[in-house]
């Protein structure tokens, strides 16, 4: 709006929810979109762009999170939307948790206050409030990543040389679990992009592999395949939860299209560090990674609270 006036500014009154027994998701989110509320507002905003992003048949549509979320209960949630969306993009660590939890790996609800000395004794690891056995992860995703590395090595289709991209796409011909991410991804040929693969017990075994097989990651394979995708689609857009590497690989080959038509992005951080994760996308208008007239909005809160909510809303499971 440009130059408004006191009246335009005055004209969209607050008006107070109203909470109704029985209410469904989709009757409260309708009754606060009059409410005037702080994040719940742009939450609001959020599901509308994307909402009209999923609809847009000529949009390109990127996925991004990083791996942390995986550890929680939300994974089956995010691998039953990966159909709706055109590119995954995450992290290393999500490749971790996906593979422990698709072989009956079982994390537990702990606190952040936990005592972590006496954790590391008793070979627990803790990730936020959550707690994890030394069991549960390390050393069955190693297990299980040499069992399938092994398998995609001996058939007869090896090619010596991966994409982060093709490497995923393997694994997920060969997990039986339907919760799996990296599963559902390569049943409905959604490309999960993970330049930070080698970050994480995956990429490490991946290291080790490499020394005694004959084995090749292609790193760039990828980055011009993103390249393609920014230069072969007018339209494009991202629903972004938490920042570093995920947020930015989208961000930034969407600039060399002029940026993001849609981008909507769900963060905790703090933009006074000058951090990425921090960053609102307005000021990735300024590096011409979102459009100045894209639609987009930034919501401050937690993921694992405000994605439900809105996966619920959009029927997105």
């Known amino acids: 709006m440009a130059n408004p006036d ?3 500014l005055l004209e969209d009154k607050v008006r107070d929810i109203r909470i109704k027994k029985g209410m469904d998701v989709k009757e409260l989110i309708e009754s606060m979109r009059d409410m005037g509320g702080f994040s719940a507002q742009n939450m609001i905003t959020g599901i ?4 009209d992003m999923l609809n847009d048949k000529k949009s390109f549509n ?15 949630m995010i691998a039953d939307s990966i159909k709706y969306f055109d590119a995954v993009m995450t992290t290393g660590g999500t490749l971790d948790h996906d593979l422990a939890k698709a072989f009956g790996g079982k994390y537990s609800k702990g606190r952040f206050e936990a005592d972590d000395s006496k954790l590391h004794q008793m070979d627990i690891y803790r990730l936020g409030n959550i707690f994890i056995g030394r069991d549960e992860y390390g050393l069955s995703v190693e297990k299980y990543f040499d069992d399938i590395m092994n398998d995609i090595y001996h058939s007869k289709d090896y090619k010596e040389e991966y994409s982060a991209s093709e490497l995923i796409n393997e694994f997920g011909k060969r997990i039986k679990d339907e ?6 991804a390569y049943l409905n040929k959604v490309p999960i992009f993970c330049p930070g693969i080698l970050d994480g017990a995956f990429g490490t075994q991946l290291t080790m592999f490499s020394q005694d097989k004959k084995f090749k990651l292609n790193l760039i394979k990828d980055e011009l395949a993103l390249s393609n995708i920014s230069f072969d689609n007018k339209t494009t857009g991202a629903f972004m939860v938490g920042g570093g590497i995920s947020k930015h690989h989208v961000i930034w080959w969407n600039q060399f299209k002029g940026g993001l038509d849609y981008a909507v992005y769900v963060t905790t951080a703090s933009q006074y560090d000058g951090s990425l994760s921090g960053a609102r996308l ?3 208008v300024s590096w011409g990674k979102v459009k100045e007239k894209a639609k987009y ?15 619920s809303y959009l029927d997105l499971v």
């Open 48 to 51: 509308d762009i994307l909402k």
């Open 6 to 8: 006191k009246k335009s």
């Open 62 to 76: 990127f996925l991004s999170f990083p791996a942390d979320i995986i550890a929680t209960g939300m994974r089956g």
């Open 282 to 284: 307005t000021e990735a």
């Open 179 to 184: 919760h799996s991410i990296i599963r559902q």
């Open 297 to 311: 909005v930034t919501i401050d809160g937690d993921a694992t609270i405000i994605m439900p909510i809105m996966y």
